[in-house]
T-cell receptor, first 115, second 110 residues
């Protein structure tokens, strides 16, 4: 089973709202990722957690705040977003993230619209 | 800086018309090359991982090959359900970072 789940599927929020995206995997993977994808573009890496510790932050604005409560869960807290933040947000996981080229498995994504 | 280039950007095939997608890369120390399929509005679906030149992998109508400079995704006798964007990505170590190409949008028509 290589399933990564994400909730919600769709989210519409105003620029003053606070919301959270959730991601879950039960493959025993110890690395989890957040990506942002705009239309007709490849995914762009935002954050990487390895063994529940933030290991990569790709200079993402502070209005995006990641959290990894345990090895199976990954959250992305959103606050004071801008319309240009509207995109498909993808979660992925991989086995260790520390040795060699682990395959990353992606979730179905959350379609975020910021009004 | 690592670079991944995919060609063509878009490809239209008739059902049954075989073809190949190209992924060329310029990286320092390839650790792995990945192929994904992505349907509109959905997350990328993993297809193949290739680690070293000469390696080949197959799955149904798809076959991926790897050389020292590029990878090909061969599609044999495609069907309309093969229509999707195919993404290539490389991993060069030094962090858990994939570098993606911009994808090839494939459309297979009846």
């Amino acid at each position: 089973d290589t399933e990564v789940t994400q909730t919600p599927k769709h989210l519409v929020m105003g620029m003053t709202n606070k919301k959270s995206l959730k991601c879950e995997q039960h493959m025993g993977h110890r690395a989890m990722y957040w990506y942002k994808q705009k239309a007709k573009k490849p995914p762009e890496l935002m954050f990487v957690y390895s063994y529940e510790k933030l290991s990569i932050n790709e200079s993402v604005p502070s209005r995006f705040s990641p959290e990894c409560p345990n090895s199976s869960l990954l959250n992305l807290h959103l606050h004071a977003l801008q319309p240009e933040d509207s995109a498909l947000y993808l979660c992925a996981s991989s086995q260790t993230g520390t040795s060699g080229a682990d395959t990353q498995y992606f979730g179905p994504g959350t379609r975020l619209t910021v009004l | 800086e690592d670079q991944v280039t995919q060609s063509p950007e878009a490809l239209r095939l008739q059902e049954g018309e075989s073809s190949s997608l190209n992924c060329s890369y310029t990286v320092s120390g390839l650790r792995g090359l990945f192929w994904y399929r992505q349907d509109p509005g959905k997350g990328p679906e993993f297809l193949f991982t290739l680690y070293s030149a000469g390696e080949e992998k197959e799955k149904e109508r798809l076959k991926a090959t790897l050389t020292k400079k590029e990878s090909f995704l061969h599609i044999t006798a495609p069907k309309p359900e093969d229509s999707a964007t195919y993404l290539c990505a490389v991993y060069t170590g030094g962090g858990n970072k994939l570098t993606f190409g911009t994808g090839t949008q494939l459309k297979v028509e009846l």
